[in-house]
């Protein structure tokens, strides 16, 4: 039977074979680590669970929610946002309440995507990034550029080439999977070259509070005059090590969030009642449970990029987010990066992410996501330190799954 025209539009999951092999392996016993999935493994501050249960025990919250957000939410969010970047936001016109960012930018690009509509993306991205637009009946054409001074020649080549022009530019920096930083005088040239040419700004700043060398990364809102023609979108689950319990937020343009929010009420009721309170209870905190996490995964960071190196793997450290963007070691470049996640499996016992799973430029580096406590990251290294040993002296017993099939 002919698949379904959407599902079409959609490459094979590339994750999931990464998946399967995990699962294969553990069923047979194996001890993987897995540093694949950007799955926080902290638990949730107490306080925050703690008010969750206070108000799930109120059986007037059971009832359906607010799709936008509940208002006391809503404000928390507004005061947060002036707060840390010095940006005032109308939580009844500027703020909404999402199902975490993922379904804020997929829905986003229901709300604002004809078919054949184009869309300026970095390319490697989180795949949300492009495929809401896809499946939306939108068209991407990837950026392979970095927030540097290549990005606006890219953006103009990308604009000239571009029939119909494009409808919006997506941003994600600190970058899932790159890591990399934007700064704010980037953002500043973004802005002018998006109001110049009418061009709509989505940033994804899903890892705003996971930095490490003191520069808190800025908001593209904190730019005058960004509110005419971006909307930002935010996360509760690495900020708080809330995963899942789905809660984020767009901000930012009014005529955006409009038609978000317009869209979301055909969709949704919104999160379960209780979690709104929470969320709001966090984000009207003290900031010390941020800090608490930011501070885990600079550990991390720290451990893995010296034990990684002395296993004979340099990574570049990141500067942000929950990941590090490791070049493939020389010897299995050539093998491209689906396969040498593979063979971290059955080598090493060690899981990472393929960078091709974030587009095609990405086929040289894998995602190594911070999601193991020290001691297994140590571990990690040590596995993988054996397994280039081994490949080292005996490679042809190395060679891709693919080969074994």
């Known amino acids: 039977m002919e698949e379904f025209h959407k599902v079409r539009r959609l490459p094979p999951y590339v994750f999931e074979q990464v998946n399967r092999l995990k699962a294969s392996a ?83 690009a229901q709300a604002i995507t004809a078919p054949g509509d184009v869309v300026l993306c970095p390319n490697p991205t989180y795949p949300i990034h492009a495929f809401g637009f896809i499946m939306s ?27 119909p022009k494009p409808l919006a530019l997506i941003l994600n920096y600190p970058s899932n999977p790159t890591a990399l930083v934007a700064s704010l005088d980037f953002y500043k040239d973004v802005v002018a070259f998006a109001k110049k040419n009418d061009i709509i700004i989505l940033s994804d700043l899903a890892y705003s509070e996971i930095y490490f060398d003191g520069n808190p990364p ?3 809102l904190q730019v005058p005059g960004a509110m005419d023609v971006a909307v930002e979108f935010t996360s509760m689950s690495k900020t708080f090590s809330m995963p899942g319990w789905r809660m984020g937020f767009a901000v930012g343009n009014e005529r955006l969030i409009s038609a978000l929010t317009r869209v979301k009420s055909y969709l949704d009721y919104g999160a379960f009642t209780p979690i709104q309170v929470a969320a709001t209870a966090a984000l009207n905190g003290d900031g010390s449970d941020i800090a608490e996490v930011r501070e885990v995964y600079r550990k991390r960071r720290d451990v893995m990029v010296d034990s990684f190196a002395r296993a004979g793997w340099t990574i570049p450290a990141p500067a942000a ?22 063979l971290l499996i059955e080598h090493a ?50 060679v891709p799954l693919a080969a074994h099939r």
Do not use: C
Request: hydrophobic share 40%; no cysteine.
């Open 26 to 108: 553990r069923s047979r016993g194996a001890d993987i680590i897995d540093l694949g999935m950007g799955n926080p493994d902290l638990p949730t501050p107490k306080a925050i669970v703690d008010k969750l249960v206070e108000v799930v025990r109120d059986p007037r919250t059971h009832r359906y929610s607010s799709s936008r957000g509940i208002p006391g939410l809503r404000r928390a969010q507004a005061a947060y946002y002036a707060r840390r970047f010095g940006v005032k936001l109308d939580p009844d016109t500027q703020v909404v309440a999402t199902l975490g960012s993922k379904e804020g930018f997929a829905n986003m």
């Open 349 to 398: 016992d060690v899981a990472v992410a393929p960078g091709i799973g974030f587009g095609e430029h990405g086929d040289d580096y894998v995602r190594v996501a911070l999601v193991e406590n020290e001691h297994r990251i140590r571990q990690a290294a040590r596995s993988i330190k054996r397994f280039l040993a081994t490949s080292a002296k005996q490679p042809n017993n190395v």
């Open 321 to 342: 987010s929950m990941f590090a963007w490791a070049p493939i070691p020389e010897p299995f470049r050539h093998l491209g990066s689906l396969e040498f996640s593979k």
């Open 137 to 163: 009946g939108g068209v991407i054409r990837s950026l392979q550029v970095e927030p540097d001074d290549g990005f606006i020649p890219a953006l103009e080549r990308g604009v000239r080439h571009s029939i």
């Open 218 to 220: 800025p908001s593209v």
